[in-house]
């Protein structure tokens, strides 16, 4: 597990000690930091949008934020501020297309799995099923 040098100082480790380590719930979930151009696009939003995003939760509203921000472009940002305070405004909760599994960063990455090999089963041996040429479909 990755450590921040500050924390391993603080704990007084280095790589390679082994810890013991322990997990409690915070107390109130942190309220996010809202970027400039989504604040802009909700504070010219309907009452209504600034009303539902007083309303929902902290992470709810950190979906929102991180929907938009994790576009590339940045006119894709723009649009996706405009999209979030238009949901927000007909009272949806979160965002309507938001996959949260990738929430925490491109930088954390799957498992990598065991490099033994495995064994084809029959139903994974099989050929692919092949779409009907155009040729074929026209006659």
Same mark, same amino acid.
């Given at each position: 597990?990755?450590? &921040?040098? @500050?924390i391993c100082r603080a704990? =007084? /480790?280095?790589?390679?000690? %082994? %810890? /013991?380590?322990?997990? !409690?719930? /915070?107390?109130? &979930? +942190?309220? +996010?930091?809202?970027?400039?151009?989504?604040?802009? #696009?909700?504070?010219?939003?309907?009452?209504?949008?600034?009303? %539902?995003?007083?309303?929902?939760?902290?992470?709810?509203?950190?979906?929102?934020?991180?929907?938009?921000? !994790?576009?590339?472009?940045?006119? @894709?940002?723009?649009?996706?501020? @405009?999209?979030?305070?238009?949901? *927000?405004?007909? =009272?949806?909760?979160?965002?309507?297309?938001?996959?949260? !599994? =990738?929430?925490?960063?491109?930088? *954390? @990455?799957?498992? %990598?799995?065991?490099?033994?090999? /495995? &064994?084809?089963?029959? #139903?994974?041996?099989?050929?692919?099923?092949?779409? +009907? !040429? &155009?040729?074929?479909?026209?006659?």
């Amino acid at each position: 597990m990755k450590v &921040e040098r @500050t924390i391993c100082r603080a704990a =007084g /480790v280095e790589a390679g000690d %082994v %810890v /013991v380590l322990a997990f !409690s719930p /915070v107390a109130a &979930e +942190p309220e +996010p930091m809202i970027p400039p151009r989504f604040r802009a #696009a909700l504070a010219a939003a309907p009452e209504r949008a600034r009303t %539902v995003w007083a309303d929902i939760t902290p992470m709810a509203r950190r979906d929102f934020i991180h929907w938009i921000e !994790s576009a590339k472009r940045e006119e @894709t940002r723009e649009k996706r501020a @405009t999209a979030a305070c238009d949901m *927000l405004a007909q =009272g949806k909760r979160r965002p309507c297309c938001f996959d949260r !599994s =990738g929430i925490y960063g491109k930088n *954390l @990455t799957a498992p %990598v799995a065991d490099a033994a090999p /495995v &064994e084809a089963t029959a #139903a994974s041996s099989r050929p692919a099923a092949r779409r +009907p !040429s &155009e040729k074929s479909r026209r006659s």
